[in-house]
Structure formats: structure tokens, C-alpha cells
Nanobody, 126 residues
């Protein structure tokens, strides 16, 4: 059974940085496309970033482009989200997700991912 566990969330001041991690068990990470989504209070879940399983191409939401970086370490079965220049509007619960067989046009669609973590809270506030 595939399990994903996030860590690294917390409280940070505007302009600060955090790095989220997601560790996968029960799966070989290199066969999965992996992503980050987030959900703020009262809002729908939204796509943040993804990294494809083969080739490692990355895609970002416009709202985080240039500030966030997604990466992965297949040997450790772990992927990361480095968040710099954090803004109050980045406050949300962040979820990692993994899926197989996704095509480029479906990478930003949460329903296309097979496995999800439990979420980690990121709060950006002074």
C-alpha cells in the first residue's frame, strides 16, 4: 500500500522560506509523477507544482512561479517543495500527491493523482 507523509510546514514571516518534504513508502518513486497541491480555508484545492516521472520536467502555478521549486530524490523516495519569498496568500494546507500515467494536459488536475499525503499546514504571517 502506498503511503505519503509530508513534513516541514510551520509558521513563517512574509518573505521567509520553508522546505516541505514528502516521503513515499510502498512505491518506487521514479515510476510516479509527483506534485504539490494546497488548500486555503474556504477555498478549493489548487495545483502548486509538479515534476514528471521521466525526464523531470517541472510545471508551476503562475502564483508561485519564480518563488517555489519542486525537486525529487528517487533514491530516497522523497520529493520536496522549496518555498521562498513566502506571502500571506500562500497560507494553506499543503498536500503531496503521486500518480502514474499522467499526460501533460492533466498534470494540474488533482483527481488524476492516485495517492495523497495527509497535509501539512503552512502559515505565513507577521
Amino acid at each position: 500500500q502506498v503511503q505519503l507523509v509530508e513534513s516541514g510546514g510551520g509558521l513563517v514571516q512574509p518573505g521567509g522560506s520553508l522546505r516541505l518534504s514528502c516521503v513515499a513508502s510502498g512505491a518506487t518513486l521514479r515510476t510516479y509523477t509527483t506534485a504539490w497541491f494546497r488548500q486555503a480555508p474556504g477555498k478549493e484545492r489548487e495545483f502548486v507544482a509538479t515534476i514528471k516521472r521521466y525526464g523531470g520536467a517541472t510545471y508551476y502555478a503562475d502564483s508561485v512561479k519564480g518563488r517555489f521549486t519542486i525537486s525529487r530524490d528517487n533514491a530516497k523516495n522523497t520529493w520536496y517543495l522549496q518555498m521562498d519569498g513566502l506571502k500571506p496568500e500562500d497560507t494553506a494546507v499543503y498536500y503531496c500527491a503521486a500518480g502514474m500515467g499522467l499526460i501533460t494536459s492533466s498534470l494540474r488536475i488533482g483527481a488524476q493523482y492516485d495517492h495523497w499525503g495527509q497535509g501539512t499546514q503552512v502559515t505565513v504571517s507577521s
